[in-house]
């Protein structure tokens, strides 16, 4: 049995975070674990609070699973602050191993969740010890410092965050103007590969960032390359949106399940 372990924020309403998480690592078939790094108040109208969990609790957290039940592959989502982020390096540099970034830095809703001390601490020390971040487009402009408006300007970013954090680097294109293409700088062979995909056009999307990036740590942990894990992280999102479950007042949760309820 391979596992995973999550690193995230809780989210009450079940459709992103840890929930949203451990509802992916159970789809692949894997044994999900995790660590809350922050409480959040959220539902599919948005995110209404967020406190963060202690770094000596997140610290605590993680070593209590490192120590025990070794994940194959760990994601890690939304940090709340500095602190979390330093607890987090400090168990990555005493266990190493494959790592998935998520660097959210805003809400869908548009809801700050990290300060600027946050995230310099995440892109200087926690970018370099994983294998792979996932920005959407916005995160990626931040991360880049310019906006980022065709494929070419894509490729020139993805290539100079993984040279500059040390890391290869997945530019997700869900918030382009059209199409749904996501573009994957391999750092180690220097490859830019496009993953092509068709929009759905959904209201129901609550989590989507969490779910791709936890179905990637899960390719990682089954022994996948970055690259096929990738593509098989595509595929499954683009079938959970697809599925069209419809649940809340807002922007709804993915179908995580769908491929059970479709051999059922």
């Given at each position: 049995?391979?596992?995973?372990?999550?690193?995230?924020?809780?989210?009450?309403?079940?459709g992103?975070?840890i929930?949203?998480?451990?509802?992916?690592?159970?789809?692949?078939?894997?044994?999900?674990?995790?660590?809350?790094?922050?409480?959040?108040?959220?539902?599919?109208?948005?995110?209404?609070?967020?406190?963060?969990?202690?770094?000596?609790?997140?610290?605590?957290?993680?070593?209590?699973?490192?120590?025990?039940?070794?994940?194959?592959?760990?994601?890690?989502?939304?940090?709340?602050?500095?602190?979390?982020?330093?607890a987090?390096?400090?168990?990555?540099?005493?266990?190493?191993?494959?790592?998935?970034?998520?660097?959210?830095?805003?809400?869908?809703?548009?809801?700050?969740?990290?300060?600027?001390?946050?995230?310099?601490?995440?892109?200087?020390?926690?970018?370099?010890?994983?294998?792979?971040?996932?920005?959407?487009?916005?995160?990626?402009?931040?991360?880049?410092?310019?906006?980022?408006?065709?494929?070419?300007?894509?490729?020139?970013?993805?290539?100079?965050?993984?040279?500059?954090?040390?890391?290869?680097?997945?530019?997700?294109?869900?918030?382009?103007?059209?199409?749904?293409?996501?573009?994957?700088?391999?750092?180690?062979?220097?490859?830019?590969?496009?993953?092509?995909?068709?929009?759905?056009?959904?209201?129901?999307?609550?989590?989507?960032?969490?779910?791709?990036?936890?179905?990637?740590?899960?390719?990682?942990?089954?022994?996948?390359?970055?690259?096929?894990?990738?593509?098989?992280?595509?595929?499954?999102?683009?079938?959970?949106?697809?599925?069209?479950?419809?649940?809340?007042?807002?922007?709804?949760?993915?179908?995580?399940?769908?491929?059970?309820?479709?051999?059922?």
């Amino acid at each position: 049995m391979k596992t995973v372990l999550s690193v995230a924020g809780s989210d009450c309403s079940g459709g992103a975070g840890i929930q949203a998480d451990l509802k992916t690592i159970g789809a692949f078939g894997l044994y999900g674990m995790s660590a809350v790094t922050a409480i959040t108040v959220q539902n599919t109208c948005g995110v209404y609070r967020a406190e963060p969990v202690s770094a000596g609790l997140v610290e605590e957290q993680m070593r209590a699973v490192f120590e025990d039940i070794r994940p194959d592959a760990v994601k890690i989502g939304m940090v709340a602050d500095g602190g979390n982020v330093r607890a987090i390096v400090s168990v990555l540099q005493e266990y190493p191993t494959k790592a998935v970034l998520d660097p959210v830095m805003v809400s869908t809703s548009g809801r700050e969740l990290l300060d600027q001390e946050a995230v310099a601490v995440l892109t200087e020390q926690l970018f370099p010890l994983v294998t792979v971040i996932t920005p959407n487009l916005p995160e990626a402009e931040r991360l880049f410092g310019s906006s980022i408006s065709c494929e070419v300007e894509r490729e020139q970013a993805a290539e100079c965050l993984a040279r500059r954090y040390g890391c290869s680097v997945l530019i997700k294109g869900g918030h382009a103007a059209a199409g749904a293409d996501d573009l994957l700088y391999h750092l180690e062979s220097g490859r830019k590969i496009w993953y092509r995909g068709e929009r759905t056009v959904s209201a129901n999307t609550h989590g989507t960032g969490c779910t791709l990036s936890t179905a990637v740590a899960c390719g990682l942990a089954q022994g996948k390359t970055l690259e096929d894990s990738v593509r098989q992280a595509k595929q499954y999102v683009a079938g959970a949106i697809r599925e069209g479950l419809d649940l809340g007042r807002g922007n709804g949760p993915l179908d995580h399940f769908y491929q059970r309820r479709d051999i059922e």
